[in-house]
Each structure stands twice: as structure tokens, then as C-alpha cells.
């Protein structure tokens, strides 16, 4: 008789078990697991341009947006359970078509930035700034000559458009 209570005991525990996982799995197609909400606002502060970003997860292609003057472009999604959500932005404008790119949100398990639920990016002539703290510059021509003559040096089969960076 004790055999069978041990046996009921651990077959319960089971049942236990496979509950928890079945609701953690149901809770992981809706909002993530752990409940956080991140928000994203990137406002265009570049006098008089357009600015085209392009912000995408692993998981989310939020596709291309173009944000005129003094506007913001804002989405939100939920953070997953592990705390590796990465959501990366591009960005073009009529001045400064080389782009440049941005973490736009890094998750708790890895990051160090400033934002914990609501990352305010602005977007001006010298650079990115989240919840404003200047974090990147936009790349120069320059450096991006330079880039591309070294990439030819390794490859020289390539060619140099003087006029791409002017």
C-alpha cells in the first residue's frame, strides 16, 4: 500500500508539473510571460527632413516608416521571458543617405541602457539621443570613404563612387 501512495504521489506531482507547463506555453502566444510592455517613440528632429527608419527584431519586421519633421513614429511589444528581446533601427535622410544604425531596445538580461520601459529616441543633425543622453553620431562621409577604401584594398575588383559620400 505504500508503493501505490508513492506512485499516486509522484503521478500527482506530475499532473502538477504538466499544469505549469501548459500555462506557461498558453501565456507565451499571447503578451510574453513576463508581462513587460516596452515602448518605443522616435521623434524626427532634423529641420526640415524626412526621416526614413526601419526598426526589426528577430521576431517583428516593422517595415519601413517615414517621419516628417518634428513627428515621432511609436510602437510597443512585449519583452520575452528570457530578457533577450533586441529591436534594431536603421535610418536614411535627405542628408545623411549613408544611414546609420541604432539598438533602439536591449533586454534586461544583457543590456545597459538607460530605458526600462519606454525608450525615447530623438533624432537630430549630430546624432541619436535616448531619453536625452546623446548615445551615437550619424556616421561621417569621411569615415565612410575610408571604409569603403580599405573594403577595396581587400577586394580590388571594387570601385569607389567619389560622388556616393559627397
Known sequence: MAILQGSNTTRVIMQIMAACVFVVLLLGMGKPVSGREIYVEILNDLPGEVLQ???????????????????????SFGENIFGTTLFTCDFTSPNHPTGASIIAFQGFHYSTMPCVRYCNWSVNPLGFYLNGQFVKAWPSATNMKNVSKLFCIFFPFCVIDANLYV
Open 53 to 75: 527608419t526601419h526598426c526589426h527584431s528577430a521576431d517583428n519586421d516593422l517595415q519601413i516608416h517615414e517621419v516628417p519633421y518634428l513627428s515621432d513614429y511609436q510602437f
